[in-house]
């Protein structure tokens, strides 16, 4: 994801170095005593770390079905920590509550129980089901705790590769865009030199999407877009001509599927990261258009972009096969993908409008997960944090046939 940008405005992190552990109590712990160490959290809080990976890891060995451990770096551009998320399948807790307070402990752990690793993380979140399972979230930053990452990221995600492999060819990424990088750039890329362009023409996107244009137009400009034509909250999409950012801030997130799975697949999608993060494109549109360019040469990905505004405006562009929808308690609305391949066969693009409820999400993920789960399936888990909102329902309709990711946004104003 995007580096914070300050304390004000959205929060977000970016994920770096995961690592998923099966069964591996010991593994766990010795790659949590490494990440500590690496990133610089410091000896007594790397001890802590490893004291509850422990906790977390045999619990989930010993007393869940399908049980996973998940460790990743998170960072931003003051400071860095390790994040844990374990998920698995059952039996599940009938009582949270009860299970947090001191004193209880699955028989058979180091008996620290999941209260002291409450108390040991920075962040700690859990839901659970009695019968379907559970899933846990902990954070660990450096102390003094830095004042950056007091609050929730408004977006979080998840991948896990393919049963067998290694590396995911799955990623998603964030960033806030102000339109000051754009004005810096003057919003003009140079199609054949790959840099900016000296003529201080703007580009004709609509040209190279073989869509009809009568003049060229740069970022944050429109031709024909219908701002009193909005969709109402939790209604249909509305097809956008010449889609342009609104005033103020917008938060940008993707989602990539790298063509097939490996190591090919991850550096397709890791491509379309680092053109999304140093991209001054301020539409879904105008960030497929620069994605695309960055991909030529590699297998290419399915992409999708969508750009959420203070106003709850909501601009989705997809390509290929991503998954996507406008979530509350009670609704799903889908958000349209094209056929094609970002990178290769990419035909005209299409905007499409969308108004965010204020208590809803917007949720992306590639075919790793099946499209059969529904509103009731994630309302349980809308009050927690993005990421673990994005693991519960990897856990619910996430296959090991392929590279699964989930990318949640939520919160954002």
Known sequence: MGPVTGVEGPRLLDCEDSAW??????AARGAAAALGRRIGLGEHRTAQLVLAVAELATNVTKYSSDGSMLLRVLRNEAVAGVEVV?????????????????GVSTVGTLGIGLGAVQRLADRFDIHSVPGIGTVQLARF?????????????VVGGITRPMGGEEVCGDAWAARVDTGERAARDTGVRDERAGRPSVSGTALDWSAMTAARSTAPRPYGTSHGSDRS??????GRSALVHGAAA????????????????????????????????????????????????ALRGTRGAAVAVARLEPDGRLLFCGIGNIGAAVVTADSRAGLLSHPGIVGNQMRQLRTYEHHMPAHGALIMHSDGLNERWKPGDVAPLLHHPPALIATGLLRHAGTRRDDASVVVAKGAW
């Not at 450096?142 to 990221?153: C, D, K, N, R």
């Not at 034509?229 to 939790?234: D, F, K, M, S, T």
């Not at 990539?256 to 549109?285: K, N, W, Y």
């Open 246 to 293: 609104g005033p103020g801030r917008g938060l940008l997130v993707m989602s990539c599927d790298g063509l097939g799975h490996g190591p090919m697949a991850a550096i397709a999608s890791q491509a379309a990261v680092q053109a999304f993060r140093s991209g001054t494109a301020r539409t879904p549109e105008q960030v497929v258009e620069e994605v695309h360019r």
């Open 229 to 234: 034509a909005r969709p109402a909250a939790g």
């Open 141 to 153: 930053w450096p102390h003094p705790l830095h004042p950056s990452v007091t609050g929730e990221a």
């Open 86 to 102: 374990v998920v698995d399948g059952g039996p599940g807790m009938p009582d949270v509550a009860a299970a947090l307070r001191d």
């Open 21 to 26: 552990f099966r069964d591996q109590p010991e």
